[in-house]
């Protein structure tokens, strides 16, 4: 058995007499000779198997005339090149039935809608479409937790089942026994928002580390860009101030964009054609550009600006200190204004998280940061963490949150909390940044969303 | 600001200044000369630092004699070789402390107990032997994943909310709004207990794949070996027979356990002067030898003898064809009779799940296998998938399984369905195996398990 990347292109098995599995992706026959491309995953392009009239008994000839698409099929034949595009292809000597197809339940010849395939999960994955989508989300994948581990930081598995909502940053899902009774004795469970907090526990003795892992929202929002179930990456680097941090992840994004481009070429020409639109010049150019740091303050005077000089109309107009950006202020800023990617940092303290470090500001701003990049808006959030244990305390005052509940977290403080700093990447947003996606379904296997469980 | 693993064995950083970051672990102080080792994650040694007396102010120098252990620090100093070990160390000038440490929240001088230790996580990661095995999880998790990449599989994100049970394996978690109200309206969900059928149906498009993510199990049980959280790895292979799955699983366990042996030395010897046994020899044993093969049948007459033979006395005496063996059954076979891994192969339709392919045979067996192996019983299991629609249909009503449930799967079926194979490793058993660590509970960041819910 062969897989057919090996043999599309490897001279060695040139002439010889290979064995493929694959399923029957497409189909054209004249009277005496015929074509089909078989693929098993292992490529994108698939390879093309000719089969003749006069070299294969009727019977066999006419199943090749009738078989349907997708079925899956063992071909035994010899590998050949075809001069016309340098690729080999296998003249058919025999083949095999693996498994018989039900025309009702593949994919039809008329395009479907990207909707209509997000319901049938074992039909979208059988597209070129998603089969590019779930390669370069692979790679994507991959090419994280090679970085972390060449920059020598530790794997943290943060748990999904916690005792709190971490950050009060959205409504969280509560589980229950089938019974319904609680399985833990002491408290309810929730499904984690972050592993923000768990991370900076180890992160105080181990230095570096990171968590990925999937994070929860039981929000009833029915956007483009919000799933209920999503990956999170959270990098925590104790010793590391929020513009070091900045950089770093500047740095991760990089890297990982580059080796995924590379990995990922036939890939991205796919989505190309199919999607219609740029995809590879525009990262390519991602490589290349510096990100911007501005400050938050400066970011409302360009703002405020940018409305008063009527280059831009925001629905939300009453741009001053204190307002919590939306999509349209993020979007403005990065593709019209920077059009390169942009960090805001220095919030006020009033629209971010409690753990936020405090500056020494009569504004009472914190070294939070965001980076903002075209298509999306927020890419990353991340901060310099509050180490003070007074300060920390008088923030989650502040914001209301019963102290109790984080006591655990609270108490790093005194168990010898270095300065820290740390970020949180959606990695379903990282997808849609890549791969142009629209919707954030599209680049999720099985994506949860209110209202819909399939599968 | 350098990292502490850089300047300890760097030839280009000697006798020049040096600024490390990290936590003090140990001091021993005589009336002139001092020393401490800090620690900052980026190797499990840390560097030792030297103080003497006539060298700094009498206000540092007693600052010193009295910190905290724990304490987090900043060094500068000159890094200067230590003859006697050919480490470096640093000479130091100055230094700052970067937070205060109450001494009621670090871990005292005298010895904890690992169950202590569990819950108190903060306390947990700052032994060394935590510190280890977090290092020894971070690479095997890495390895793993870098393995499949080489080996081309696809990365399929399994979804942890789902509509079904999988396998009707164990009990299930189910999720709820925080206001008790169902998230999803057509149906309630629960948490996964394993990624394997949505594996096999992107299998079923990709050809070689892989899932890596949480899994729950809300059973009642307070063993060793259970968590109610756990990872779950699950590689699903189409064209592949059950038995090039198996010659797969070595493969791969080979192949991370000793890149993991070679990365993590240190690690491994830290780990074995702690728990004063051999592990290092163990897993190099394990690497040269082949694993064993041996039909369900074959086991059970092995048994057999044994018990008659009086070379054992199992607590379950009644070994006959059906019997699911317990774990007293799996060790001797692969700790007593075998002394090596042993697969277990083609076992009774009626302990094994309803996905499995059916036998041709009168005693209706199965193409499952478990991989069985010292110190643990089971490491992994998996089987040859039945991809004939009847005959899975029919194990399903053998099972008393409703199919509603489960039609997508079925259905899979009639979409083109071609021959497959996978498994699933529980990675915390990969990691008990490896680290000879004999409780779950300790070789995870935060342990989920009945009636414990802390951070």
Redesign the interface.
């Known amino acids: 058995?062969n897989?057919i990347?090996e043999v599309l292109i490897n001279e060695k098995y040139l002439n010889k007499n290979v064995n493929v599995?694959g399923?029957i992706k497409y189909r054209r026959i004249s009277k005496e000779i015929g074509f089909l491309t078989i693929?098993?995953?292992?490529n994108i392009e698939g390879i093309q198997i000719v089969f003749k009239k006069n070299l294969l008994s009727k019977e066999k000839f006419e199943k090749l005339l009738n078989i349907?698409l997708?079925?899956?099929v063992s071909i035994k034949g010899k590998l050949i090149k075809n001069l016309r595009n340098n690729l080999n292809e296998i003249n058919l000597e025999d083949f095999t039935v693996?498994?018989n197809?039900?025309n009702?339940?593949?994919l039809g010849k008329k395009e479907h809608s990207l909707e209509y395939l997000r319901e049938n999960?074992?039909?979208r994955?059988?597209t070129t479409l998603?089969?590019a989508i779930?390669?370069i989300?692979?790679?994507l994948?991959?090419e994280l937790?090679?970085f972390?581990?060449k920059e020598?930081?530790?794997?943290?598995?943060?748990?999904?089942?916690?005792?709190n909502d971490a950050e009060g940053a959205g409504?969280?899902?509560?589980?229950?026994?089938?019974n319904?009774k609680p399985?833990?004795?002491?408290?309810g469970?929730?499904?984690s928002v972050s592993g923000q907090?768990?991370a900076e526990?180890?992160?105080?003795?181990?230095?570096?580390?990171y968590t990925f892992?999937?994070t929860?929202r039981?929000e009833n929002s029915n956007t483009t860009k919000h799933a209920?179930?999503f990956?999170m990456l959270e990098p925590e680097m104790?010793?590391y101030d929020y513009f070091k941090a900045m950089d770093f992840g500047e740095k991760m994004l990089k890297v990982v964009v580059r080796k995924t481009l590379e990995k990922c070429k036939n890939e991205f020409k796919v989505l190309e054609s199919i999607l219609k639109i740029k995809i590879i010049s525009e990262l390519e150019l991602f490589l290349k550009e510096d990100f911007m740091k501005i400050s938050y303050k400066e970011a409302i005077i360009i703002l405020k600006n940018a409305l008063e000089e009527n280059k831009v109309n925001f629905d939300e107009k009453n741009i001053k200190f204190g307002l919590d950006f939306g999509t349209e202020h993020e979007r403005y800023l990065t593709e019209k204004h920077f059009k390169k990617p942009v960090y805001i940092y220095d919030f006020p303290f009033k629209i971010k998280s409690f753990y936020m470090f405090k500056n020494n500001d009569t504004d009472n701003t914190v070294r939070g940061f965001d980076l903002l990049v075209s298509g999306i808006g927020e890419l990353i959030g991340g901060s310099q963490r509050e180490?003070?244990y007074e300060t920390l305390l008088q923030s989650l005052k502040e914001k209301n949150i019963n102290s109790k509940d984080l006591e655990?977290y609270l108490?790093?403080?005194?168990?010898?909390?270095?300065?820290s700093s740390g970020f949180g990447l959606g990695f379903e947003r990282l997808m849609i940044f890549v791969t142009k996606m629209e919707n954030i379904r599209d680049v999720?296997?099985?994506p949860?969303t209110?209202?819909?469980?399939?599968?």
């Open positions: 058995m897989e990347r599995f399923w693929t098993d995953g292992s349907n997708f079925t899956p693996l498994n197809v039900d009702d339940f593949i999960a074992h039909l994955i059988k998603f089969q779930m390669k989300r692979t790679t994948y991959s937790i090679s972390f581990e020598n930081f530790y794997y943290v598995a943060a748990p999904i089942i916690t005792s409504e969280t899902f509560k589980i229950l026994k089938n319904d399985f833990f004795n002491n408290v469970g929730v499904l907090l768990h526990s180890y992160a105080q003795s181990l230095g570096k580390v892992a999937p929860f039981a209920a179930e990956w104790t010793f180490y003070r655990w108490n790093l403080r005194k168990s010898g909390y270095a300065p999720i296997p099985f949860r209110p209202g819909k469980l399939l599968f």
